[in-house]
């Protein structure tokens, strides 16, 4: 696609409940990146895809968190029996392989856990 | 000290000023450089990205890095309203193979007409 692709764009959920939130990344791009972001935070680093690899998971924060890829497509970020600290926008980005010419983000879920 | 470091502002500038953003990060080995801007509610997106010293020119942005400093700055000429955003610094480390960026906290920037 034309710009990397995140659904869905807000997501209200109870305590408790689980959540899946899908990116799909631009077309050709190898590396896939998932960040959360707070309200009036910076971001911060969940996991890194290249191809359907994660070779690092090291900012998931907790073991109710998981991500996996199809390939060189779509991920799925699940959050298991959600707290309300996991509210934030968590943000996709994609990029070609070489990462010296930065990520192109999508426009982020918003979760909001009530 | 966390790992890239931004003041969080608010910065304010009146419109046609020099705007200038500054950021340092601690990994002395540190590769590349990356200027995002952030609009409220938006997602960020990709103004300039650096890796050699010196300056880098784009329209009225330029990234100037010090890597001897461990510094790395963004100046935004003849500033607009439009240019009023939150800038996010995020640098490549040298750690391993690791490729995610990791992010300042944001400078918030308000040009003033």
Redesign the interface.
């Known amino acids: 696609g034309a710009g990397v692709s995140q659904s869905p764009s807000n997501k209200v959920t109870e305590k408790g409940k689980d959540v899946e939130l899908r990116c799909d990344p631009i077309s050709g791009h190898t590396a896939l990146y998932w960040y959360r972001q707070r309200l009036g935070q910076g971001l911060e680093f969940l996991i890194y895809f290249q191809g359907n690899s994660a070779p690092d998971k090291s900012g998931l924060p907790s073991d109710r968190f998981s991500a996996e890829r199809t390939g060189e497509s779509v991920s799925t970020l699940t959050i298991q029996r959600t707290q309300q600290e996991d509210s934030a926008v968590y943000l996709c980005a994609s990029s070609l392989v070489d990462r010296n010419y930065g990520y192109t983000f999508g426009s982020g879920t918003r979760l909001t856990v009530v | 000290q966390k790992e890239v470091e931004q003041n969080s502002g608010p910065l304010s500038v009146p419109e046609g000023a020099i705007a200038s953003l500054n950021c340092t990060y601690s990994d002395r080995g540190s590769?590349?450089f990356?200027w995002?801007r952030q609009y409220s509610g938006?997602?960020?997106?990709?103004i300039m990205?650096i890796?050699s010293n010196g300056d880098k020119e784009d329209g009225r942005f330029t990234a100037q890095l010090n890597k001897a400093s461990q510094y790395v700055s963004l100046l935004i000429r003849d500033s607009q309203p439009s240019d009023s955003a939150t800038y996010?610094c995020?640098v490549?480390r040298s750690s391993g193979?690791?490729?995610?960026?990791?992010?300042?906290?944001?400078t918030q920037l308000t040009v003033l007409p």
């Open positions: 590769q590349s990356f995002y938006k997602s960020p997106e990709l990205f890796y996010l995020a490549i193979s690791a490729r995610q960026l990791t992010f300042g906290s944001g």
